[in-house]
């Protein structure tokens, strides 16, 4: 009975353990992997009616590589105001939803990318936005509908939390009244003169699309933003290629937003006026550089060295609109990002690639200044596996070489050095056994060798002029050439050895 006893009791404890492990493994598994953070930093935590202010939307993976983020940022329309959404100084380099805004819904939104390996780090800048602060009080601004996605090749959502913000506004500051001297008893009265700032009525052009003046954008449409003076009546707006254009397109009341769309390639000014206090202030002018075709890359050959781990590109590549910005390797389909600035003037630039032993499929990619970019037709490139050098010997560099019909030539190679090996093997065999038949059979034998060698050179030759037809002059390398001429003299030195051979045979008795 205390046996029997003693198992139940070690059963139960057994499934209470049981049990204690799944609900650790439910309560904790799924939320282990949710850690991102986002939060809002403001520049400043006060100001006044009338000012404004930046707030960056922030994002701390806790050390999770994040691939996509999203969220809703919502804020007191009686208060506050959207001047304008900056994504220049954002982690994120795609962008699946357009930052947009709407000072009348409260709401910005957005939905970001970073492509792999993503980002991973305690201060991502997402987005920036730029509020202006409309009247006193306390205003709100909310972090909402947010996603953080890792980049796990799942989309886990490791969303965990957000800190909101609030930004307190207070009064304007009134301007200093403006003193007037007491009269003084004059026979003649002198009028007094009241001396008045005249009103700023320039305008300030933003643009959440193309955040930079000096910057090239593949984007063909422009989000633009005008930072009006007070008491503005109405504006001139106008956009074209010629700084010089007086704008003439009026827009009354006033507009603070304008789209621009299907802007060809090249620079556009964006030119701005307003009507405050009956006058028409002076035109701004806002610079956007559109650029949206690729580069012209035209690559004809491209060499591997193992020894400086680099490959020898050779080709040209230009454009013509936001000017060429760099040079990558897109091994096995991925970017490789050894980025080698400049264009290829002299014909010729090197690129280093660290690959893993094996065959390789490389392509050139050439990147403009707007991001545009165009590859190369494919390249197969062989790295090989780093040898065992004993100490004291010293290593031979090797030189793979890949170009368009190259594979034919290094088939060729293997082939005619098996059938030489192959041949001499059964060559051998059949002088010893002709060694003791008569000297008429010896003859046959010479005779039948000498046209077998015959039809194996002409054979040779043969695929040599095909190897030419395919490949071209500039893709041959000196490599190739020097081992085609080495496997010729091999075949002219096994049939002067064939011959000796036989010689010495027929002498015999």
């Not at 492509?115 to 009080?137: N, V």
């Not at 007491?182 to 009103?199: D, E, R």
């Not at 002299?346 to 392509?363: E, Y």
């Not at 190897?467 to 002067?496: F, L, S």
Request: proline content about 6%; charged content about 15%; hydrophobic content about 40%.
């Amino acid at each position: 009975m205390l046996c029997t006893s003693s198992v139940k009791q070690v059963t139960r404890l057994s499934v209470r353990m049981f049990v204690v492990s799944v609900l650790m493994m439910l309560l904790c598994g799924p939320h282990a992997a949710r850690a991102a953070t986002v939060s809002l930093t403001p520049m400043v935590s006060s100001i006044s009616a009338g000012n404004i202010v930046t707030v960056h939307v922030m994002v701390n993976t806790q050390g999770v590589a994040i691939n996509d983020g999203s969220a809703t940022i919502q804020f007191p329309t009686d208060l506050l105001e959207v001047v304008s959404v900056s994504k220049s100084s954002s982690i994120f380099s795609l962008w699946v939803e357009e930052p947009t805004f709407s000072n009348s819904a409260g709401t910005v939104t957005f939905d970001g990318g970073v492509p792999t390996p993503g980002y991973q780090g305690g201060s991502g800048d997402m987005l920036d936005i730029t509020f202006r602060a409309k009247k006193t009080g306390a205003a709100s601004i909310l972090v909402t509908n947010v996603n953080v996605l890792a980049n796990d090749g799942q989309g886990t959502d490791v969303f965990s939390g957000s800190s909101n913000d609030t930004i307190t506004i207070t009064p304007s500051v009134p301007a200093a009244p403006i003193q007037t001297p007491a009269p003084i008893a004059k026979p003649a009265a002198t009028p007094t003169v009241i001396q008045t700032t005249p009103t700023d009525t320039t305008v300030h052009i933003t643009s959440s699309t193309h955040p930079s003046q000096t910057a090239w954008y593949a984007q063909n449409t422009a989000q633009l933003g005008f930072d009006l003076p007070p008491k503005t009546a109405a504006i001139k707006f106008l956009v074209s290629q010629d700084q010089t254009t007086v704008p003439t397109k009026t827009y009354k009341p006033a507009i603070t937003q304008k789209s621009t769309d299907a802007l060809t390639d090249g620079t556009w000014y964006v030119q701005v006026s307003a009507l405050a206090g009956g006058v028409w202030g002076p035109v701004s002018t806002y610079t956007l550089n559109i650029d949206t075709m690729p580069p012209r890359l035209s690559i004809t050959s491209l060499v591997y060295s193992s020894d400086t781990k680099t490959v020898t590109v050779t080709g040209s590549a230009q454009d013509d609109t936001s000017g060429f910005g760099s040079l990558s390797l897109v091994v096995d389909g991925v970017d490789a990002r050894s980025d080698v600035a400049g264009l290829l003037t002299q014909g010729t630039v090197q690129v280093p690639l660290d690959a893993s032993p094996g065959q390789h499929v490389v392509k050139v990619r050439a990147v403009d200044r707007a991001g545009n970019y165009m590859d190369s037709q494919d390249f197969y490139v062989m790295v090989p596996a780093e040898p065992y050098v004993p100490k004291g010997v010293v290593a031979v560099t090797t030189w793979y070489v890949e170009t368009h019909g190259s594979m034919v030539l290094v088939v060729l190679a293997l082939c005619i050095s098996l059938l030489s090996l192959i041949f001499n093997v059964i060559l051998w065999n059949k002088l010893r056994i002709y060694r003791k038949r008569p000297h008429s059979g010896v003859v046959h034998m010479r005779e039948q060798t000498k046209e077998r060698l015959m039809d194996l050179k002409k054979d040779l030759h043969k695929q040599a002029k095909l190897y030419d037809k395919t490949g071209t002059h500039k893709a041959t390398t000196k490599e190739e050439a020097d081992y085609a001429k080495k496997m010729q003299a091999h075949i002219a030195d096994v049939e002067q050895y064939v011959d000796r051979k036989i010689q010495d045979i027929t002498k015999r008795p």
